[in-house]
């Protein structure tokens, strides 16, 4: 869309509003508070006082435009919330709209891209909130980054931090509607800790994000034998590295699941960490209609478990980011064997080699 067109298009946004207000003053309108529907329809909308655009891979090509419209809407009272049916924003695009708007509100309702029969992973929340659970994520991936070299030992290393910061919440379908919507979401799994499968696939899929690989969500069954193809009823990651695709279910590896699992811990990671969609289907299987858009993964990552070890002795940096301890430098728990941190190892090495 170019520039004269994308204006265009804001004008005729804007007077559309201006003439619906006079209509409504009028009584010539229905009084509606709530609409939804694409972004191409929106002028079909603007009688409401909020508004719920649908977005999906087509519309990422005019990103400006988005902002653009989100801009004209809120000057004009308008509330927006944007809802991705498939991945359009990055991190940084979702910075771009909190300075556009401080009352926005962003749903990641990933459908993609194996959406089926009405399922989707959904995560509503304020731009504001999305931005301190996406400092908490930066910190992370920076952390991560400023101490492993390969994308391998990064991601391994974030999903072991998450698996270790946040708990599957086993009282989920007790809660109300508003509970567990809020347990499944990025708010539940970062802000409360205490999360289900969706919300644990969507911090890593933000994570994964944040870190530049590229990744999307699954959705099919967490279960050996599946007595329907309807029920769809776990959600996790696909991860790409140098050209290959890996699972990675940080749900399946969570500290509290670990403590009340029948397999052994190293078992759980060689079957969800970096591993095979033919290793995964030991327990997880994914039963939809098409699945000509999901990539196959055909190997496991054979040191997963191995990079899993190595980080016994991390401090959980997620935990050290709440308490106020924003190091970049990886630092290891002391235990009786008084482990040193990393950054006193390199310091004797140094010394040594003097």
Request: hydrophobic content about 35%; charged content about 30%.
């Amino acid at each position: 869309m170019n520039r004269i067109t994308k204006a265009l298009k804001i004008k005729l946004i804007e007077l559309t509003i201006k003439k619906n207000r006079i209509l409504g003053r009028l009584g010539l309108l229905p009084s509606r508070t709530q609409t939804y529907g694409p972004l191409e329809d929106i002028l079909k909308n603007l009688t409401a006082s909020s508004i719920d655009i649908q977005l999906h891979k087509a519309d990422e090509e005019n990103k400006d435009y988005i902002f653009s419209v989100i801009d004209a809407l809120e000057k004009n009272g308008i509330h927006v919330t944007l809802t991705e049916f498939d991945k359009i924003f990055s991190n940084d695009d979702i910075q771009n709209i909190s300075k556009i708007s401080k009352t926005a509100r962003i749903n990641f309702r990933y459908a993609y891209p194996n959406y089926y029969s009405g399922k989707n992973v959904s995560a509503e929340m304020p731009i504001d909130s999305y931005l301190e659970i996406l400092k908490k994520i930066k910190h992370l991936v920076k952390v991560a980054t400023s101490n492993f070299t390969t994308k391998e030992e990064q991601i391994v290393f974030i999903a072991r931090q998450l698996s270790e910061y946040t708990s599957y919440n086993f009282e989920y379908e007790k809660k109300s509607e508003e509970q567990r919507l809020r347990i499944s979401s990025l708010q539940g799994c970062l802000e409360d800790r205490s999360t289900i499968c969706a919300g644990v696939a969507l911090a890593f899929e933000r994570c994964m994000t944040e870190l530049q690989v590229e990744n999307m969500i699954i959705m099919g069954y967490d279960g050996k034998e599946n007595d329907s193809p309807l029920r769809i009823n776990h959600s996790w990651n696909k991860v790409k590295i140098n050209d290959k695709w890996y699972n990675v279910d940080v749900t399946n590896i969570l500290t509290n699941v670990l403590s009340k699992s029948k397999i052994t811990t190293e078992e759980r990671i060689k079957m969800f960490l970096l591993s095979s969609d033919k290793t995964l289907a030991n327990l997880c299987n994914i039963n939809i209609t098409d699945s000509t858009n999901i990539p196959d993964s055909k190997d496991d990552f054979a040191r997963a478990l191995e990079l899993y070890k190595k980080l016994d002795m991390v401090k959980n940096v997620l935990e050290e980011y709440d308490n106020g301890n924003m190091s970049t430098f990886l630092q290891y728990k002391v235990d009786d064997n008084s482990c040193e941190s990393q950054k006193d190892s390199k310091d004797k090495k140094i010394e040594k080699d003097r």
